[in-house]
Structure formats: C-alpha cells, structure tokens
C-alpha cells in the first residue's frame, strides 16, 4: 500500500530556517510534491522533484531521497506570511494523476 | 477567470436537501478531481475525471454524485448528507499523459466550505 508520514505541527521564529519532513512507503515511484496550503485557500504548487538531490526555488528548496523514501522542504528567511499548512503528495504509480497526501504540517512563524 | 473556480464558495443546507456543486477550470487541462479535506485528515481524492470520462470513484458513498459534461466543468450532485460530511470540498485540473505517463501537477480551486445541519 502506500503511506504518507509529515510532522502534524511545527513553530519556527521569523527571519529562521525551518525543514519540514516528509516519509513515504509505495509501490513504484513517480515523484513527490510539495503544496502550500493557507488556512481557507487552495492548496499552491510548491515543487516537483522526481530525481535525488536539492532543488533550490528561492527561499525555498525540496529534497529527495529516493533510496530512503523521504524529502523535506526547506524554508529560509522565514516570513509571518509563511504560516500555513505544507503538504507532501505522491502519486500513485502507473495511474496517471492520482495523487495520495500527507496529513499535512502545520507551520505556525512567531515574530 | 483564470486557473481553477469553484462556486459556491459556502454552503450550509439540511440532510433532506440537493444541492451542486460547481466547479470549472480556464487552463486547457484534460483532467478534473474532487478532493474532501476534513479537519486534521489528509486529502481524499473522490473522483477524477480524465477527457471526461471518470476513472475513479475511490469507494465514495453514492449520495455524493459527480458529473463532468466537458473537460472545462465538473459538478459535484450532493443529495442527503449527513453531519460528516461537512468539510472543505477542492476541485483540481492537470493535463495528464494518462497511466503510465508522467504526473503533471495539480492546480486547486478555491473550494466550497460545506456545512451539513
């Protein structure tokens, strides 16, 4: 089957750097995403990756591990803006867009 | 309009009642979904639609009730909800290769908070 393990909650200061986990168990693999999601909004599109290693997009930055089955999204100079909830999704192997997510982290940035 | 719509944004009605919801995406996409969110629970994907035809119920009852007319709009045919489903509903699109190719991402509507009384 497959599984999704993120951290339920996080704080972090502004100005900080903060990594938010993600784990994942499934059968064949075919990227990872990571959605920004603010309370009452569409989730956003954070990032792709499909290949080991760092993407770097600004202040923010995912990465894959492929053989361990974890990523974590990176946030640098954290804004009070940057409070929301971070989802990590998968799709389901060979059956094109379905995607499974993660429960969510909820990042709370204090001043 | 741009990216992905979703109307209403609201609802509040009674367990006897039929309502829609509606959903249309302005990106070319060929694929369209409905997601429920509850609180503290992941996303559920419902139903995905793909050139209009639906590839997926994933077990949901059959007082929710998809329909997908063109590749632009899918409505969602809500009739006798309990309690438990109140919850946020998000539509999303993506131009998909189909199983076996590669996933494309997803962009979200806004949602329709749903609140059944």
């Known amino acids: 089957g497959q599984n999704i393990d993120q951290p339920t909650e996080m704080t972090a200061t502004e100005g900080a750097i903060v990594q938010i986990n993600c784990t994942y168990q499934t059968s064949g693999f075919n990227g990872l995403f990571w959605y920004q999601q603010h309370a009452g909004e569409a989730p956003t599109f954070l990032s792709y990756n499909v290949l080991d290693g760092l993407e770097e997009k600004g202040r923010f930055s995912s990465f894959l591990s492929r053989s361990k089955g974890y990523s974590y999204l990176l946030l640098k100079e954290l804004q009070m803006k940057d409070s929301a909830s971070y989802l990590c999704?998968?799709?389901?192997?060979?059956?094109?867009?379905?995607?499974?997510f993660g429960q969510g982290t909820e990042l709370s940035v204090k001043p | 309009e741009t990216g992905v719509t979703q109307t209403p944004r609201h609802l509040v009605m009674g367990m006897t009642n039929k309502k829609s919801l509606k959903c249309e995406q302005h990106l070319g996409h060929n694929a369209m979904y409905w997601y429920k969110q509850s609180a503290k629970k992941p996303l559920e994907l419902m139903f995905v639609y793909s050139l209009e035809e639906r590839v997926e119920n994933n077990s949901v009852p059959s007082r929710f009730s998809p329909e997908c007319p063109n590749s632009s709009h899918l409505f969602l045919h809500l009739h006798t909800l309990q309690p438990e489903d109140s919850a946020l509903y998000l539509c999303?699109?993506?131009?998909?290769?189909?199983?076996?190719?590669?996933?494309?991402?997803?962009?979200f509507g806004p949602g329709t908070r749903l609140t059944v009384l």
């Open positions: 999303a699109s993506s131009q998909e290769e189909g199983p076996g190719g590669a996933t494309d991402t997803q962009y």
């Open positions: 999704a998968v799709p389901i192997y060979n059956q094109g867009g379905k995607l499974i």
